[in-house]
């Protein structure tokens, strides 16, 4: 299992409020793209897009974010995007968010 941590520090974020935490978050959306693009190992046809990274909910312990992932395809009226939900776990250590993410690619049998 291929696991990775991060600490984003909260920077004098309030970690109770959760509008800024999502906020935290968002501007760190870069740091899923492994972690999203775990479901598609080595298939280059499949990009992440961060700019569409957008927390739909969010709780004490969890959130929930959407994004897109860009198909790619010779023939470009086969390109598109792709929707995906994930749910995270996250927790406050000190000054920082801390959240683990599985970034081990997924093999399909």
């Known amino acids: 299992m291929e696991q990775r941590t991060f600490r984003l520090p909260l920077e004098g974020i309030d ?3 959760k509008q ?3 906020q ?4 760190h959306a870069a740091i899923f793209e492994r972690f999203v693009m775990s479901e598609f190992p080595d298939d280059r046809r499949y990009a992440y897009q961060p700019e569409t990274f957008n927390i739909v909910s969010i709780d004490d312990k969890q959130f929930t974010f959407r994004c897109l ?3 790619f395809e010779p023939c470009c009226d086969r390109n598109m995007h ?3 939900h ?5 927790q406050r ?9 599985d970034e081990t690619p997924w093999e399909v049998v």
Do not use: C, F
């Open 15 to 17: 970690s109770e409020d």
């Open 82 to 84: 792709d929707e995906h």
């Open 93 to 101: 250590d000190g000054d920082a968010l801390v959240i683990t993410l």
């Open 69 to 71: 992932t860009h198909y």
């Open 20 to 22: 800024q935490v999502s």
């Open 86 to 90: 994930y749910t995270v776990a996250y």
């Open 24 to 27: 935290l978050i968002t501007r």
